[in-house]
């Protein structure tokens, strides 16, 4: 699992890139943490995500909560076929906002 941090005006873009699994969801969420703790608006590009299992899912779940309790908004966009089928499984998508381009995501905050 990758990911890549770039700034857009007062928005944090989180690439992310490969498989968000078990062997890898509790650095993930911990890094996130730490990395978004300054930002308010947070948008996850899931473009080059191509697997996630429950507990990548969870962790994402977790960043989405510690988020709201810090008045900060994640976005996720570019979501494939392959993890949405996960999102609509568990309904997960209902919690979350979703886009389906980066630019969507970003023109949703303004």
């Keep these: 699992?990758?990911?890549?941090?770039?700034?857009?005006?007062?928005?944090?873009?989180?690439?992310?890139?490969?498989?968000?699994?078990?062997a890898c969801?509790?650095?993930?969420?911990?890094?996130?943490?730490e990395r978004l703790k300054d930002y308010k608006a947070i948008v996850f590009d899931l473009e080059k995500?191509?697997?996630?299992?429950?507990s990548g899912l969870g962790a994402l779940v977790s960043i989405l909560q510690w988020c709201n309790g810090?008045?900060?908004?994640?976005?996720?966009?570019?979501?494939?076929?392959?993890?949405?089928?996960?999102?609509?499984?568990?309904?997960?998508?209902r919690v979350f906002d979703i886009y389906d381009t980066v630019e969507a995501a970003l023109a949703s905050f303004k």
Aim: proline content about 3%; hydrophobic content about 45%.
């Design 1 to 22: 699992m990758d990911y890549h941090f770039e700034v857009l005006d007062n928005v944090i873009k989180v690439s992310l890139e490969g498989r968000l699994v078990a």
């Design 25 to 33: 969801s509790e650095e993930f969420k911990d890094t996130m943490f």
């Design 49 to 54: 995500l191509v697997h996630i299992d429950s």
């Design 70 to 93: 810090r008045e900060s908004v994640l976005k996720l966009a570019c979501l494939q076929p392959r993890p949405r089928i996960v999102f609509d499984i568990t309904k997960v998508y």
